[in-house]
């Protein structure tokens, strides 16, 4: 069975400052990663994926994520963060064929100071 | 893209009766929905999986005769919580996949359930 750990419950971070939301994972087969967002009492929002091919994903608002096959990691980072950036951030495992199940690690709160 | 809809996005009851909440597929036909439960500052937790037109799967733990799921149709997935208790006071989140796999689900909006 897979596994999900995410190492930080929370990060403080100065507004533009770089931040790295980690996260391993655990699993005997291939997997699939993903990212997740959370604004209080929302549902969650897709933040990148990694299914297969280039090992850095990239999202539409400046983050990106690397596959480390051999770290098992999929550390979520941000060059520079704005205070909207303020949220929940789930990171989750699926394995290859194993029917959609999605495991989800235990959330990183990223809180942005101005 | 594909949309899951969630309804309602909060509720209050009292204890001892029965609340239903919906998931729905907007926009595509969701062959598999999840259910989840998020407890206050804490991950989500896979409650069940649902297949249209057979049985819920549910995880170790999980009281499926409290926590009641059918998915009739392959646009709407229901979880009844049946005598709700204040410890049944949670956010419900559920999830959509596509028969094509759409990976990287659609998740609904949430619910917020309170038991008074």
């Known amino acids: 069975a897979q596994s999900v750990t995410q190492l930080d419950s929370q990060v403080p971070v100065f507004e533009e400052a770089p931040v790295e939301l980690r996260c391993n994972y655990s699993?005997?087969?291939?997997?699939?990663l993903f990212w997740y967002v959370q604004y209080p009492n929302q549902g969650l929002q897709l933040l990148l994926k990694y299914l297969s091919g280039s090992t850095l994903v990239e999202s539409i608002n400046g983050f990106e994520a690397e596959f480390n096959k051999s770290q098992t990691s999929f550390h979520l980072r941000k060059p520079s963060v704005h205070i909207s950036d303020t949220a929940e951030y789930f990171c989750a495992v699926s394995e290859v064929g194993g029917g959609f199940k999605t495991i989800f690690g235990a959330g990183t709160r990223l809180f942005v100071k101005a | 893209g594909a949309v899951v809809s969630q309804h309602p996005s909060w509720v209050i009851c009292k204890s001892g009766t029965s609340v239903k909440i919906e998931c729905r597929s907007l926009?595509?036909?969701?062959?598999?929905m999840f259910w989840y439960r998020q407890f206050p500052k804490q991950s989500l937790m896979l409650m069940a999986t649902s297949n249209e037109g057979s049985k819920a799967t549910y995880e170790q733990g999980v009281e499926k005769d409290k926590f009641l799921i059918n998915h009739a149709s392959l646009t709407l997935s229901t979880l009844t919580v049946t005598s709700a208790h204040p410890e049944d006071s949670s956010f419900y989140i559920c999830?959509?996949?596509?028969?094509?796999?759409?990976?990287?689900?659609?998740f609904g909006s949430g619910t917020r359930l309170t038991v008074v």
């Open positions: 926009d595509f036909q969701a062959t598999t």
């Open positions: 699993s005997s087969v291939s997997v699939y």
């Open positions: 999830s959509a996949s596509s028969p094509t796999g759409n990976y990287g689900y659609t």
